[in-house]
C-alpha cells in the first residue's frame, strides 16, 4: 500500500498522462520531469513506478522532437523493467513498443519492426488481439513493415487494424483518426490503483 505521499507522486504522474492527451505538451513534460524526479527519490531509479514515469516522460520527448532525449529514457526503462519485471511483463511489451518508436524516427526501420513485432506479440498474448493496446501495437508494426518494404503485408494487414480500430475505439476516435493518418502510437503507463 501506497502511502499518502506516494500516492500524490503517481497522481503528478498522471496528470502528465493527461496533458500529454489533450497535447499541452511542454506542461506535460515540466510535469513528467517533476513525477519521475520524485519517484526516483522515493522508491530508487530501477523501481517500476520510476521507470513507467521514465518511459511516459520519453513519449512526451519524442512528440516534443527531443528524440536523443526520449531514447535514452526509453532504453533505460526497456532495461530497468527486463531486469525488475522480466521480458514477458506488460510494461516490458509496452517499453518495448514506445523504443520501437524511437528507432522509427529515427529512421532505423529494420530495429523498429523487430521491436514493434516483439511487442505486438507479447501484447496478444497478455490481452488479446482486439484490446486497444494489442490494436495500437499493429498500427506501428504496420508503419514499420511499410517501411522496411513489405508494402503488401501492410498494406493488408493495415486494412484489417483500421476495421479492428474502428470497432474497438469507434469511426471518430483520435486514435482511429491516428491510424487513418499513418502516424505511430505510443503507450502511456498508467500507476496501478493501490
Given at each position: 500500500?501506497?502511502?499518502?505521499?506516494?500516492?500524490?507522486?503517481?497522481?503528478?504522474?498522471?496528470?502528465?498522462?493527461?496533458?500529454?492527451?489533450?497535447?499541452?505538451?511542454?506542461?506535460?513534460?515540466?510535469?513528467?520531469?517533476?513525477?519521475?524526479?520524485?519517484?526516483?527519490?522515493?522508491?530508487?531509479?530501477?523501481?517500476?513506478?520510476?521507470?513507467?514515469?521514465?518511459?511516459?516522460?520519453?513519449?512526451?520527448?519524442?512528440?516534443?522532437?527531443?528524440?536523443?532525449?526520449?531514447?535514452?529514457?526509453?532504453?533505460?526503462?526497456?532495461?530497468?523493467?527486463?531486469?525488475?519485471?522480466?521480458?514477458?511483463?506488460?510494461?516490458?511489451?509496452?517499453?518495448?513498443?514506445?523504443?520501437?518508436?524511437?528507432?522509427?524516427?529515427?529512421?532505423?526501420?529494420?530495429?523498429?519492426?523487430?521491436?514493434s513485432?516483439?511487442?505486438?506479440?507479447?501484447?496478444?498474448?497478455?490481452?488479446?488481439?482486439e484490446?486497444?493496446?494489442?490494436v495500437?501495437?499493429?498500427?506501428?508494426?504496420?508503419?514499420?513493415l511499410?517501411?522496411?518494404?513489405?508494402t503488401?503485408?501492410?498494406?493488408?494487414?493495415?486494412?484489417?487494424?483500421?476495421?479492428?480500430?474502428?470497432?474497438?475505439y469507434?469511426?471518430?476516435?483520435?486514435?482511429?483518426?491516428?491510424?487513418?493518418?499513418?502516424?505511430?502510437?505510443?503507450?502511456?503507463?498508467?500507476?496501478?490503483?493501490?
Amino acid at each position: 500500500m501506497l502511502d499518502w505521499i506516494g500516492t500524490q507522486i503517481l497522481a503528478l504522474m498522471t496528470l502528465s498522462n493527461c496533458l500529454t492527451a489533450v497535447g499541452q505538451l511542454t506542461e506535460a513534460r515540466i510535469v513528467g520531469e517533476d513525477a519521475t524526479a520524485a519517484l526516483r527519490l522515493r522508491f530508487g531509479n530501477d523501481h517500476p513506478f520510476t521507470l513507467a514515469a521514465s518511459t511516459n516522460l520519453a513519449t512526451v520527448m519524442r512528440l516534443l522532437i527531443q528524440h536523443p532525449a526520449a531514447r535514452e529514457l526509453d532504453e533505460q526503462s526497456l532495461a530497468g523493467f527486463r531486469r525488475r519485471l522480466g521480458d514477458d511483463h506488460l510494461y516490458t511489451f509496452c517499453a518495448t513498443m514506445n523504443l520501437a518508436n524511437d528507432f522509427a524516427v529515427s529512421g532505423d526501420a529494420p530495429a523498429a519492426r523487430t521491436l514493434s513485432e516483439h511487442a505486438l506479440a507479447g501484447l496478444a498474448r497478455i490481452f488479446g488481439e482486439e484490446h486497444p493496446q494489442t490494436v495500437s501495437c499493429r498500427q506501428n508494426y504496420v508503419l514499420d513493415l511499410a517501411a522496411t518494404g513489405d508494402t503488401e503485408m501492410a498494406h493488408n494487414l493495415r486494412q484489417e487494424t483500421l476495421s479492428q480500430f474502428r470497432r474497438v475505439y469507434g469511426p471518430h476516435h483520435p486514435e482511429t483518426r491516428s491510424m487513418e493518418a499513418g502516424r505511430r502510437s505510443s503507450i502511456e503507463i498508467e500507476p496501478p490503483n493501490w
